[in-house]
């Protein structure tokens, strides 16, 4: 098993729920987008190095990521913004790409944006509502790996349409603008089998390792997942890349150090703390467990995760429904008591 090579890294994911019951502090979509830019803030306060967010349509969680990181990367200097990740099935590729670099450009290139074929949604073929319809014979995959390309092209400055004489005064081709210089180094691709990381590294993109795995061999998902990371770096020098890629993964991770933590997470203690395996879309998935316990032991079990300790980048799941402040206290909690043993530090 090879192991990162980058500075570990630790940031939060945020689904963005909102939902007007007893306990919620996010009751609204202003309440869950509001909130995510102050837990961006607090963060970065903190040391923490990553503001993520997931992307889910026609759902009460965030949808919309470009405004929402642009106005996190306005109100912060250092921590990295990003997705985990977008459904390239729903995008525009060159209206993203103008939407992308905007973003990274507010922020001072601090991007890291994770794209994928999509997950399950609430909505049937949701996709084509929004216009995109796969060719004959091609899939919904197909189709967001052919957005993908497109995208890609464009950010890093291909030409994609003539020039109009009477407006340029020439002939020639343009680009899409603003670009934002570093960009297509930042992209992610979310994998969820061995295969798709090793298409991943030939197209020279970092890798998002899912939280669900669509292949399930039996063993731990800690370890199929270190070997989808291991097959994605073979490949990867197979490719030639010069640069070196960058690797993540997500966990759900709760230390209980107050009463507080208890109430909320103390009986889920028992029965999250292990692997899920179950059918999804007709394939059997495996799905990995949560970390919540005391904070020493959740820590001994972290640093023995295969995945973790393959990857430089660690994406902590936030319970966002509990707001601003309890979260603040969850991520100092793991960044004092449990982020040490996989070998990260304060950036701050």
Same mark, same amino acid.
């Given at each position: 098993?090879?192991?990162?090579?980058?500075?570990?890294?630790?940031?939060?994911?945020?689904?963005?729920?909102?939902?007007?019951?007893? !306990?919620?502090?996010?009751?609204?979509?202003?309440?869950? $987008?509001?909130?995510?830019i102050d837990l961006a803030v607090g963060a970065e306060e903190l040391g923490i190095d990553g503001a993520y967010v997931r992307v889910h349509h026609?759902?009460?969680?965030?949808?919309?990521?470009?405004?929402? *990181?642009?106005?996190?990367?306005?109100?912060?200097?250092?921590?990295?913004? +990003? @997705?985990?990740?977008?459904?390239?099935?729903?995008? &525009?590729?060159? #209206?993203?790409?103008?939407?992308?670099?905007?973003?990274?450009?507010?922020?001072?290139?601090?991007?890291?944006?994770?794209?994928?074929?999509?997950?399950?949604?609430?909505?049937?073929?949701? #996709?084509?509502?929004? +216009?995109?319809?796969?060719?004959?014979?091609?899939s919904d995959a197909d189709m967001a790996r052919a957005h993908t390309e497109v995208f890609r092209a464009a950010i890093g400055g291909a030409p994609?349409?003539?020039?109009?004489?009477?407006?340029?005064?020439?002939?020639?081709?343009?680009?899409?603008?603003?670009?934002?210089?570093?960009?297509?180094?930042?992209?992610?691709?979310?994998? +969820?089998?061995?295969? @798709?990381?090793?298409?991943?590294?030939?197209?020279?993109? &970092?890798?998002?390792?899912?939280?669900?795995?669509?292949?399930?061999?039996?063993?731990?998902?800690?370890?199929?997942?270190?070997?989808?990371?291991?097959?994605?770096?073979?490949?990867?020098?197979?490719?030639?890349?010069?640069?070196?890629?960058?690797?993540?993964?997500?966990?759900?991770?709760?230390?209980?150090?107050?009463?507080?933590?208890?109430? #909320?997470? !103390?009986?889920?203690?028992?029965?999250?703390?292990?692997?899920?395996?179950? $059918?999804?879309?007709?394939?059997?998935?495996?799905?990995?467990?949560? #970390?919540?316990?005391?904070?020493?032991?959740?820590?001994?079990?972290?640093?023995?995760?295969?995945?973790?300790?393959?990857?430089?980048?660690?994406?902590? @799941?936030?319970? &966002?429904?509990?707001?601003?402040?309890? &979260? *603040?206290?969850?991520?100092?909690?793991?960044?004092?008591?449990?982020?040490?043993?996989?070998?990260?530090?304060?950036?701050?």
């Open positions: 098993m090879t192991t990162a090579t980058h500075r570990k890294r630790i940031g939060f994911l945020s689904f963005g729920h909102w939902q007007a019951i007893p !306990g919620s502090q996010s009751r609204t979509a202003a309440d869950a $987008l509001l909130q995510t026609f759902a009460p969680q965030l949808a919309s990521p470009f405004p929402l *990181l642009a106005a996190v990367g306005a109100r912060t200097s250092r921590i990295e913004i +990003g @997705t985990a990740v977008i459904d390239m099935r729903y995008e &525009n590729p060159l #209206y993203m790409a103008e939407e992308a670099a905007a973003a990274d450009l507010i922020s001072g290139g601090r991007l890291q944006l994770g794209i994928s074929r999509g997950s399950p949604e609430p909505a049937l073929h949701g #996709y084509e509502s929004f +216009g995109y319809v796969p060719g004959e014979g091609q994609v349409v003539r020039a109009n004489p009477r407006m340029t005064g020439a002939e020639g081709v343009l680009d899409v603008q603003p670009q934002s210089p570093g960009l297509p180094d930042r992209i992610w691709w979310g994998s +969820g089998t061995r295969g @798709t990381a090793r298409w991943t590294a030939e197209q020279g993109m &970092n890798l998002m390792s899912s939280t669900l795995l669509t292949e399930d061999t039996g063993v731990p998902f800690d370890e199929l997942q270190a070997e989808q990371i291991d097959v994605y770096r073979e490949a990867w020098k197979e490719a030639g890349w010069e640069r070196e890629p960058r690797v993540s993964v997500s966990r759900s991770v709760i230390p209980l150090v107050s009463d507080l933590d208890r109430r #909320y997470f !103390g009986a889920s203690a028992a029965v999250e703390g292990h692997d899920q395996v179950g $059918l999804l879309e007709g394939v059997r998935a495996r799905f990995g467990k949560s #970390y919540t316990g005391e904070p020493d032991v959740i820590a001994d079990e972290l640093a023995k995760d295969a995945a973790v300790r393959a990857a430089d980048s660690l994406l902590l @799941t936030v319970p &966002n429904q509990l707001g601003v402040e309890y &979260n *603040l206290h969850l991520l100092q909690s793991i960044a004092e008591y449990v982020a040490p043993a996989i070998g990260w530090s304060s950036a701050v």
